[in-house]
Structures are given as structure tokens and as C-alpha cells.
């Protein structure tokens, strides 16, 4: 990394190795041929998420969303790809898509708790129990060193009382993960969206070359009071929900540290307007367009711009057991407004906003630019 000061010592652009995101969802269809040519303009490649609608479970499946994908970012794009738990997941399946097509894990959705998680595993318990198809595949993982990608929120507790939204995770990090590391104890596991103090403690004490963690910018940038000031934004509305100021710094203190198994994932995930101004609001939110510029913004309010090129570009392909990327990135101080909509076609007597994706930040500032 090469960070450019100007005579006051202040960083003005930093050179950097291209980063890996490890956490992205670049949909389907016209939604996809939006997002691609963003996120490879950022990124030497990332991690495809896979709760597509159907999700993502057969080999086959596997391997024509990575050629649509490529098709649309072009072949120096590399596209991780995983496949999603179900409780009916077939471990051929798992197999022959890690042999044939790339994929690199599967990840786990509460049935639920998330947006397209209907399809995810009933009974987190199935995890560690043996005779279950959840545990199986996590044996076959295992074997097979593919990661198992978490996403990590309870929905009840263990006399079966539904859980406050902000102890989904806290309560997973602490009943959950625990059983399933003991369970299998040579599965890779990633965390994804870290998004407390509890789960910030849990990794810094447990993370190693089988245990790491995502961070998104959205968790080191905003808190609870950024969703609620002058009434609820839906347009800040992700899954796991955003904790308070504290939650905010502990995750911001964890990143900055420069830890090989803490890393980038941006969990960029656009929805139509219509999908986000609604009655019951989906989480989710389009990062892309700045996917790595808000990171250097947070990594830059911690005083930490000398380590956002092993959180962003390193420590995430090491984990995966994949090329760190050759090329270099520049970003630059300097501010740019967030200015437009983006659309996609609408269907005849559609809603007009299902065209309508707006990503984050519209009409503010960001502070850092990517260099053409
Ligand atoms: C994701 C989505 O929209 O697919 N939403 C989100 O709020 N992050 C699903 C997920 O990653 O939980
Ligand atoms: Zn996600």
C-alpha cells in the first residue's frame, strides 16, 4: 500500500492492491447487468451470495449465475460462489459445485430472520445435530474445506421466546456459534456482517485461519441514530439491524486493528423502491457504487488508512485460499455527491418504482473517489 500525503501529513490518496469484497449480492436479470460493471470496477472479485429467488441449490444452478455473472463483468472479474442452506441442501450437489464451478461456501440463513430466507434452515439446531441435512453438509464442508458462511441471528431463545431484534445476534454469538464450532471442529467458518459488541469480542478472542469475520462500512459508519432521527429511514434498513453508538465504535476499534481474519464484505444488496418504501420495508441497501470508497471513509475517521489494504485486499482472499489481485486501485479525498436513481425496465402497469433502485447515500456526500 502507498499512502500519498500532502505537507500538513494528511493522507490524499491512497494506492492499493484491488480488493476483495466478500459478501455481495448482485441479484438476477436486469438487476444484475446494473450492478456488475460497478462492483468489477471496484473489485477483483468477491463473494456471490446466493439467496437468489429460486436459491442458488444445485451444481447446475451454481454454475450458470457465475457465467451470467461473468458475462456482465467481463473474465478478470473472480466470482466466488456459494450455494444456500436449506434444510434439504444435497451434499452431491455441494461437492460436484465446489469441483465444477467455483464455489467457495454456503451460506446459512435463519428461516425468517432475513430478506429471501423463507427457504432457510427451520431449526438452528439442526446444525449441530447429527442425522440432519444441515449437518451433513457442514460435514461435507468440512471435508471438503469450504467455508460455511453465517448468518449470524437467533430468532428465539431456548425456551422458545422470540428475541428483541437487537439480541439476535449476541444471542447467536453466544448459544449458537459455540455448538457448531464444537461440532466441527474443522469447519471454516465466516461471520458475516458483524454487526455488535458481543460478536466484535467473540472474534477478537476466537478468530484463526478457521474462524474469521465480515464487516460492512454501513455497521463502522452509522448508528441507531442515523435509522431514527426525524422519524424511521427506510432507505438505511439492512439486516442485521444497526446497533447503537457503541456497538458502532467496537466494530470500527476491531477493524482498524488490521487482524487477518477480520475482512471486507460490503453486503451491498439493491431492492426496487417500491420493495423499501413499503408497509414492512426489506432490508437491504445498494452500496456498489461506492463499495470501497465508504470504507476508506470509516477507515480514515479511525486513523487506520495504513491498514484498510489487508481488511480490504488481503485477508480476505488468504482466508478463502485464493490470489490476492495484482492490479492497484487509486482513491482520492475528495468529495462527490451521490446523485441518481438508478432504473431498471418496468413491466407494463407495474409499479413504476419496482424500476427505481436507490443507492446509499443519495444526494450526500462521499468523501473519498475512485480514480478513473
Ligand atoms: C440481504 C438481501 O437483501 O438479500 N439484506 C440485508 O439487509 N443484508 C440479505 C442478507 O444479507 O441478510
Ligand atoms: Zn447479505
Redesign the pocket.
Given at each position: 500500500v502507498q499512502l500519498i500525503k500532502d505537507t500538513d501529513g494528511r493522507v490524499t490518496s491512497i494506492v492499493m492492491r484491488k480488493p476483495f469484497d466478500m459478501h455481495h449480492?448482485v441479484r438476477d436479470g436486469e438487476m444484475l447487468k446494473v450492478i456488475a460493471p460497478m462492483l468489477a470496477r471496484r473489485f477483483a472479485g468477491g463473494i456471490i451470495?446466493p439467496?437468489t429467488s429460486p436459491p442458488i441449490v444445485t451444481a447446475k444452478q451454481v454454475g450458470d449465475y457465475r457465467k451470467r455473472l461473468l458475462d456482465e463483468t467481463g473474465e478478470d472479474f473472480t466470482p466466488l460462489m456459494t450455494m444456500y442452506l436449506t434444510d434439504t441442501l444435497d451434499c452431491d450437489e455441494v461437492m460436484e459445485a465446489s469441483k465444477l464451478h467455483d464455489m467457495f461456501g454456503v451460506k446459512y440463513?435463519p428461516r425468517g430472520l432475513?430478506?429471501?430466507s423463507d427457504s432457510g434452515v427451520a431449526d438452528p439446531a439442526s446444525l449441530w445435530t447429527p442425522g440432519t441435512r444441515p449437518y451433513e453438509v457442514l460435514q461435507t464442508l468440512s471435508r471438503i474445506r469450504r467455508t460455511l458462511l453465517l448468518?449470524a441471528a437467533d430468532g428465539f431463545d431456548r425456551t422458545g421466546k422470540e428475541l428483541n431484534p437487537y439480541e439476535q445476534e449476541p444471542h447467536f454469538i453466544r448459544e449458537t456459534l459455540p455448538r457448531i464450532k464444537d461440532a466441527h471442529p474443522h469447519l471454516k467458518i465466516s461471520v458475516?456482517?458483524l454487526s455488535t459488541i458481543e460478536g466484535a469480542d467473540y472474534m477478537q478472542s476466537n478468530g484463526d485461519a478457521f474462524l474469521g469475520c465480515s464487516l460492512t462500512s454501513q455497521h463502522l459508519l452509522l448508528d441507531t441514530r442515523d435509522l431514527h432521527r426525524g422519524g424511521f429511514n427506510a432507505h438505511r434498513s439492512?439486516?442485521p439491524i444497526i446497533q447503537g453508538e457503541e456497538h458502532k465504535e467496537r466494530l470500527l476499534a476491531l477493524a482498524k486493528k488490521g487482524l487477518p481474519f477480520v475482512w471486507l464484505g460490503t453486503?451491498s444488496?439493491p431492492?426496487p423502491v417500491s420493495d423499501k418504501e413499503a408497509a414492512c420495508c426489506?432490508?437491504?441497501v445498494m452500496m456498489v457504487h461506492a463499495g470501497i470508497e465508504l470504507y476508506a471513509e470509516a477507515f480514515d475517521k479511525a486513523g487506520a488508512l495504513a491498514n484498510l489494504e489487508d481488511f480490504a485486499s488481503k485477508n480476505g482472499p488468504n482466508f478463502y485460499g485464493v490470489q490476492q489481485s495484482n492490479d492497484t486501485i487509486t482513491l482520492r479525498r475528495q468529495s462527490w455527491t451521490v446523485l441518481e436513481n438508478f432504473s431498471l425496465p418496468v413491466a407494463d402497469g407495474a409499479d413504476p418504482r419496482s424500476g427505481v433502485v436507490r443507492p446509499f447515500r443519495l444526494g450526500e456526500q462521499v468523501e473519498w473517489q475512485l480514480a478513473a
Open positions: 449480492h451470495m439467496n440463513y432475513t430478506t429471501n448468518h458475516e456482517h439492512w439486516f453486503d444488496a431492492h426489506k432490508g437491504g
